[in-house]
């Protein structure tokens, strides 16, 4: 049975003052700005020596004057979002520990391109697709992958800017969605299935949650705002519970991903699993799928806070109940 790492430490003092980085500059400074919030709260609540910080330069200072020990990173998205490398590189040069993943895994998995690239080098199954520049004929490679298909942004998150295509004349919309937010596009095969999207925390993939929106399929709407999209945790059973999850596991750390994270995945009609892409600052709003899944577990968000933070101490292989 599976279950989240026992605490490593209890006194809240061990952690010293630790800043919740959130809202920035990127598409997805909304939701950041809710997740922190959260967050910050979880933390005091726990008797953390905790405060917020609005974006990557608000944070410099207090690098520079050594105010705070180590940096809860709730921001989203890329160029001021915090999941590009950047974050990390700079608390790296200040020697200052942070939760999420390195620069590599941070700037890797932020471009989906290059994560499907990595991925199918391990024979790791993922859509099909086609790298698009602003000048490429789209037409083509619509035709090439065989409508139905995805066109987003290689480099966004929250599906901003995403659109799901079913017929030609769709497709320069599409398009001229995507191309408003900066980077290559990135075209691929629509699995038509059922969504799932599995947390990772530490070394474990924690239940698979099922995503049922009400609507055709899990937009930035039924993400953040609709109240009926339905959410089943675990969302399989048996071997095919257990296969998802690895699955999920292996291709966060093909990505150089460590601490916390979430994977998406679609599983389609014959029930074969294709990786979507990874998250590595997932939301913690009261829409997000993290903490479903701890709650699955029987851990409250509270609790999922403090366990996410202690994946910015050194590792040292803390206890796992089983």
């Known amino acids: 049975m599976t279950s989240l790492p026992v605490p490593r430490i209890t006194d809240p003092r061990s952690f010293g003052r630790v800043a919740v980085l959130l809202g920035g500059s990127s598409s997805e400074r909304e939701v950041s700005l809710d997740s922190g919030r959260n967050v910050l709260e979880a933390l005091l609540r726990r008797g953390v020596d905790a405060y917020a910080v609005d974006g990557i330069a608000a944070l410099v200072p207090d690098l520079v004057a050594a105010r705070c020990a180590r940096v809860f990173n709730i921001l989203h998205g890329h160029r001021g979002g915090g999941e590009d490398g950047v ?3 700079l608390l790296e040069s200040f ?7 390195n620069v590599l895994g941070s700037a890797l998995s932020m471009d989906k ?3 499907k690239q990595v991925w199918l080098s391990l024979n790791l199954p993922t859509p099909r697709y086609a790298r698009l520049s602003r000048t490429d004929d789209v037409q083509a490679a619509a035709r090439w992958l065989g409508l139905p298909v995805i066109v987003k942004p290689a480099c966004e998150g929250s599906s901003v800017g995403i659109s799901r295509v079913f017929t030609e004349n769709d497709l320069d919309g599409a398009v001229a969605l995507a191309a408003r937010y900066e980077g290559e596009l990135l075209m691929e095969q629509l699995i038509e299935g059922e969504e799932f999207t599995v947390a990772i925390l530490g070394e474990q993939a924690l239940p698979t949650i099922r995503i049922v929106p009400a609507g055709s399929y899990y937009d930035y709407h039924a993400k953040y705002v609709a109240e009926d999209t339905q959410y089943i945790c675990p969302g399989l059973q048996g071997a095919a519970e257990a296969d998802m999850r690895a699955l999920a596991l292996d291709a966060f750390r093909a990505a150089g991903c460590g601490g916390w994270g979430r994977v998406d995945v679609m599983r389609d009609r014959s029930g074969a699993n294709f990786l979507l892409e990874v998250n590595t600052a997932p939301g913690m709003t009261s829409h997000s799928l993290v903490p479903k899944a701890a ?4 851990v409250e968000f509270d609790d999922l806070v403090w366990l996410v933070l202690e994946t910015s101490l050194p590792a040292a292989g803390p206890g796992v109940l089983t």
């Open 87 to 89: 974050l990390q590189g």
């Open 95 to 101: 020697n200052v520990p942070y939760t999420g993943s």
């Open 113 to 115: 391109i290059r994560t």
């Open 295 to 298: 709650r699955a577990l029987g």
